[in-house]
């Protein structure tokens, strides 16, 4: 993750990497179908949506230059690496990103023909309802991290000095 987000590994490498290590050949928009790529880390399918919608996947490129991320979108990133490093457990309910459209069925499609889209659109609404309730129920601003007093002791433990005689002079 850290190696896509600074512009190192494109994001080919990273989707293969992914699916080398996590998601065992799975690519991140399907490995939920997977037995293997199952984890009992509930935190590595929301890092991996979240990895997903960083980049371009109809083309092969690294994220530098044009392609950057946003300081905001690196920070989150910064966030869950440290979160990755922390014994704590990833403690937000399960949210579904995709959308309503990938899980209707026929009937629901008709549904859409004949309300003009109105189907569409309250199933849209309902789960923006839900995010925004998700939200609601922790520190959202220190996602992943569900407290901010976690997020914040977890700062002061530094996994990546740790060991490190001159720490203070980077």
Not at 3 to 23: M, R
Not at 64 to 82: F, G, H, Q
């Amino acid at each position: 993750m850290r190696q896509l987000s600074v512009g190192l590994y494109s994001n080919d490498d990273f989707e293969y990497n992914i699916g080398e290590d996590v998601t065992k050949g799975w690519l991140p928009e399907h490995y939920y179908r997977s037995k293997l790529a199952k984890t009992d880390d509930p935190v590595i399918i929301p890092i991996l949506e979240l990895c997903w919608g960083l980049y371009d996947d109809t083309r092969n490129h690294k994220l530098a230059s044009a392609d950057r991320l946003l300081p905001e979108d690196l920070r989150v990133i910064a966030r869950c690496i440290l979160f990755l490093h922390s014994n704590l457990e990833y403690e937000w309910p399960k949210f579904d990103t995709k959308s309503p459209i990938f899980s209707f069925s026929l009937i629901d499609l008709l549904l859409i023909l004949f309300t003009l889209g109105q189907n569409f659109r309250n199933k849209r609404k309902a789960q923006l309802q839900a995010y925004e309730e998700l939200k609601k129920s922790g520190d959202f601003d220190c996602w992943p991290f569900y407290r901010q007093a976690d997020y914040e002791q977890q700062l002061t433990i530094q996994p990546f000095l740790a060991g490190h005689s001159n720490a203070h002079s980077l």
